[in-house]
């Protein structure tokens, strides 16, 4: 019995040192895809290397997989992001999704960053989770910022172009980076854009 007892134990620990061990190689293979990246400026890969530890932030990882968990379909998606697209007023879904926890703990890190001008949320279809402010779409699936993040569940980098952003005034770097579980799993993505003058 001890014996057994003391077996289960040991395969307990190992699995947490196993999937520790998960989560650190990953980040450590994203912080050498942003060592490596082109064209982009040492003090914005500084700065992103900095983002590194909300891809496994808890409040993130929790929403991303609660939406992932609603098992919506990709055309359930695209029927969202229509009407958010075409809506005029306000939608349930814009004051949801700008009120929820993911986007507080969004608040929370652009107090902390005033360079972070915007950022957003997303599961594994690239549908809005959370964001600090409404973005002009729901669905980021087809947008290269989610798509390179997200990378098919093996998580990457994004980098975008610089672009002048008329809702916050200023010019824009949009920085992609995975949303990871405790299992070294990518779950989502998040989106920052951020203000490359002012670093």
């Not at 969004?106 to 652009?110: A, L, S, T, V």
């Not at 993040?149 to 975008?160: Q, R, S």
């Given at each position: 019995m001890k014996i057994s007892s003391l077996f289960v134990l040991f395969m307990i620990a190992f699995s947490a040192v196993v999937i520790a061990a998960?989560?650190?190689?990953?980040?450590?293979?994203?912080?050498?895809?942003?060592d490596e990246a082109q064209g982009v400026e040492p003090n914005v890969k500084t700065f992103t290397k900095t983002l590194l530890p909300h891809c496994t932030n808890p409040v993130f990882v929790a929403a991303v997989g609660k939406q992932n968990?609603?098992?919506l379909s990709l055309d359930q998606i695209k029927q969202i992001d229509k009407e958010w697209v075409e809506a005029e007023?306000?939608?349930?879904?814009?004051?949801?999704?700008?009120?929820n926890a993911c986007a507080d703990e969004?608040?929370?890190?652009?107090k902390k960053?005033?360079?972070?001008?915007?950022?957003?949320?997303?599961?594994?279809?690239?549908a809005n989770v959370?964001?600090?402010?409404?973005?002009?779409d729901y669905w980021q699936g087809d947008e290269a910022k989610w798509q390179d993040?997200?990378?098919?569940?093996?998580?990457?980098?994004?980098?975008?172009?610089n672009k002048f952003d008329k809702s916050t005034n200023t010019v824009l770097q949009h920085i992609g980076l995975p949303i990871i579980n405790p299992d070294g799993e990518v779950i989502g993505a998040v989106c920052y854009g951020v203000a490359i003058d002012e670093l």
């Open positions: 998960t989560v650190e190689e990953l980040t450590a293979t994203l912080a050498e895809q942003i968990a609603k098992g007023d306000e939608l349930p879904i814009h004051s949801e999704l700008i009120k969004i608040r929370k890190i652009i960053n005033p360079i972070i001008r915007e950022a957003f949320v997303t599961d594994n279809q690239g959370g964001q600090n402010d409404l973005t002009s993040a997200y990378n098919d569940g093996k998580g990457g980098v994004h980098y975008g172009k």
